[in-house]
């Protein structure tokens, strides 16, 4: 490693947004530097830096992923560090802190598709850290590809110069060595001091059994070898180095790294708390300024998450901590349930994230878990005082905010919607608008992305409630749309809003792990949809179970399941019919007695029936 001086190093990510290539041009860069075989025919190389089993199902790159390749142009010989990023809003905190371990980037845009929703955002993101951007055309071998309309609707969007646009093809290869190219002569190399004591930023970790968490570390500052011994700024905790080296695309021990470098090192960290994401790392008996770090991220949805047999809940709040430490986004809360038992509320950072997180927890630690209903942070501010509310069991009653004893606030997104105008003037417009409509949004408005022509795209800007969009909102975008529009959003701060708590109660005794809350235009549709979920998925009783939706002091839906009788009057013949009426009434008396005192068993399997559904429909 130290025959790759600063000017001999390039630091580099691909953003994009979600499934315009960057997963498959990172397999041609790596076939291209040798750096993995290249395989011929349908069962070549895929999405080789894509390890999760997740992301293989999805097609989706939920983790960035980091490898080093060696590239030789005009008689030297680099060291290229590049890092995978994902392409979905929800993970662009893995965007950003990716971006603070390079100095360029290659902003790859679909050809058939052009600039959407989160190409917009990973660019305003590179933009602000100061890099050096190059735009990549990717997928121009296409039929229906039209690189010169994209071209100039990037360079409009943007400000970028036309002519240092490229042209490729990642699934052929096309063009892939003028990345190469453009990525050593274009991005400026780190200016890291080798002699200066040692900083190094610890941008992502790992865990491995063996050998406890490792660090992938950006080196910003001297020489980390093996055996040296390093300490942590923020928790102050000394180690010993065990391993030094770089990702290529596997840990390939080097055992020294330096200044300008990217690697891993692995330094018999047991606890995964340890490795607080943004730390610097120094050498013992050196004094150094730490780097600035990150952000901290605010989770945007929270659920609570309990295991299907409450016996393992030991077993399960383990494999959370574990896997938190690759998605340092997550936040973790203890909490119970009286009709679930022991459980963990997480905050996570939208509900496509959720989503891969209890994948994860399955394909990963073979947990097998409940979720509930997912909800918004709410800020409740009573006498002068604010207080944030993740569950909706700690929400307040209708009474107390009724009194203007308690102000609800409820979070709010600036989303932006792109979407193709096609043929008719308003064949999606119109659509977008109405769903916008309809999910509460303020300020709605929209102009043209593109300059003319019949395939002209519009992009819809809007204020919308946090809670709208972690429902169906993403669902009902793509089946308006026909799959055309991309989405996008960011944080807005909160306001004001009319909600309330909502509760399911089995014969007026109420369900917390069912509790919700819920915006007053909205309680009637949302208590029918969930009373008759739940009504089809509670197990009969021997007496009659009365099913409500509550808010406030009012029952907002309300579903009987009947009780399951016996035919008492089966074995009676003849005789006068008050004969019958006796033993029907007898039964009748001893069902309601049943009603009284009989306590409603609800398995896990109705909770997690019920809540694997979306809005209870």
């Known amino acids: 490693m130290g025959d790759f001086p600063n000017h001999l190093i390039r630091n580099f990510a691909i953003l994009s947004h979600i499934d315009h290539g960057k997963s498959t041009l990172a397999d041609r860069l790596l076939e291209e530097t040798r750096t993995i075989q290249r395989k011929e025919?349908?069962?070549?190389?895929?999405?080789?830096?894509?390890?999760?089993?997740?992301?293989?199902?999805?097609?989706?790159?939920?983790?960035?992923?980091?490898?080093?390749?060696?590239?030789?142009?005009?008689?030297?010989n680099y060291l290229l560090n590049l890092i995978d990023t994902p392409g979905h809003v929800d993970?662009?905190?893995?965007?950003?802190?990716?971006?603070?371990?390079?100095?360029?980037?290659?902003?790859?845009?679909?050809?058939?598709?052009?600039?959407?929703?989160?190409?917009?955002?990973v660019f305003h993101i590179a933009k602000e850290q100061g890099i050096k951007i190059i735009p990549v055309l990717n997928k121009i071998d296409l039929p229906a590809a039209g690189p010169e309309r994209i071209s100039s609707q990037i360079a409009t969007t943007f400000g970028l110069d036309p002519s240092e646009m490229l042209y490729i093809s990642a699934k052929t290869g096309l063009g892939v060595t003028d990345v190469l190219k453009a990525v050593v002569g274009r991005i400026p190399a780190p200016t890291f001091d080798v002699g200066a004591p040692l900083r190094a930023l610890l941008f992502d970790s790992s865990y491995d059994r063996y050998r406890g968490v490792i660090s992938l570390v950006s080196l910003q500052g001297g020489t980390i070898r093996k055996g040296?011994?390093?300490?942590?700024?923020?928790?102050r905790k000394k180690y010993d180095i065990i391993d030094v080296g770089i990702m290529h695309p596997e840990e390939t021990s080097t055992g020294v790294l330096q200044a300008g470098q990217v690697g891993y090192i692995a330094c018999n960290m047991k606890e995964s708390a340890e490795a607080h994401i943004g730390d610097t790392l120094h050498r013992v008996g050196e004094s150094v300024e730490p780097l600035p770090g990150f952000k901290p991220t605010r989770a945007m949805v929270f659920a609570g998450i309990f295991p299907v047999d409450s016996n393992d809940f030991t077993k399960l709040e383990e494999s959370i901590k574990r896997l938190t430490l690759t998605d340092r986004s997550v936040t973790i809360q203890r909490e119970s349930s009286t009709a679930l038992g022991q459980g963990c509320r997480l905050g996570f950072l939208g509900t496509l994230h959720m989503d891969v997180f209890r994948q994860r927890l399955e394909d990963e630690y073979d947990a097998s878990v409940i979720i509930t209903a997912p909800t918004v942070p709410y800020m409740i501010i009573q006498k002068g005082k604010s207080k944030i509310i993740s569950n909706p069991t700690d929400f307040p009653e209708a009474s107390e905010v009724s009194m203007r004893t308690a102000e609800v606030q409820e979070p709010m997104v600036n989303a932006t919607i792109i979407v193709p105008q096609g043929e008719s003037m308003c064949e999606y417009l119109g659509d977008m608008m109405d769903l916008c409509s309809s999910h509460r949004a303020q300020d709605i408005d929209h102009r043209y992305l593109d300059s003319s022509g019949s395939s002209q795209?519009?992009?819809?800007?809007?204020?919308?409630?946090?809670?709208?969009?972690?429902?169906?909102?993403?669902?009902?975008?793509?089946?308006?749309?026909?799959?055309?529009?991309?989405?996008?959003?960011?944080?807005?701060?909160?306001?004001?809003?009319?909600?309330?708590k909502m509760t399911f109660m089995l014969n007026g005794k109420p369900i917390d792990a069912l509790a919700m809350i819920v915006h007053r235009s909205a309680l009637s549709h949302v208590g029918k949809g969930w009373v008759k979920k739940l009504k089809e998925v509670i197990p009969r009783q021997l007496f009659e179970v009365a099913i409500q939706a509550v808010a406030g002091n009012k029952v907002i839906s309300r579903e009987t399941l009947s009780a399951m009788r016996k035919d008492v009057t089966a074995g009676l013949y003849g005789g006068h019919y008050e004969r019958k009426l006796k033993h029907l009434n007898k039964q009748k008396e001893g069902k309601k007695k049943m009603k009284r005192i009989g306590n409603i068993d609800l398995p896990q399997e109705a909770f997690f029936t019920v809540l694997s559904s979306k809005s209870g429909k």
């Open 41 to 76: 025919g349908p069962g070549g190389n895929k999405q080789v830096l894509d390890k999760l089993k997740v992301e293989r199902e999805r097609g989706i790159t939920v983790k960035a992923q980091t490898a080093s390749m060696f590239f030789e142009d005009g008689g030297k």
């Open 91 to 121: 993970f662009s905190w893995e965007v950003s802190r990716s971006l603070r371990a390079c100095q360029g980037a290659l902003l790859l845009v679909d050809a058939t598709q052009g600039v959407q929703a989160q190409t917009i955002s």
């Open 228 to 235: 040296d011994r390093i300490a942590s700024c923020h928790t």
């Open 457 to 500: 795209r519009v992009i819809l800007r809007s204020k919308l409630p946090l809670s709208e969009i972690v429902t169906d909102f993403f669902d009902s975008l793509k089946h308006r749309s026909s799959g055309f529009a991309s989405f996008d959003y960011e944080d807005a701060g909160y306001e004001k809003s009319d909600m309330m």
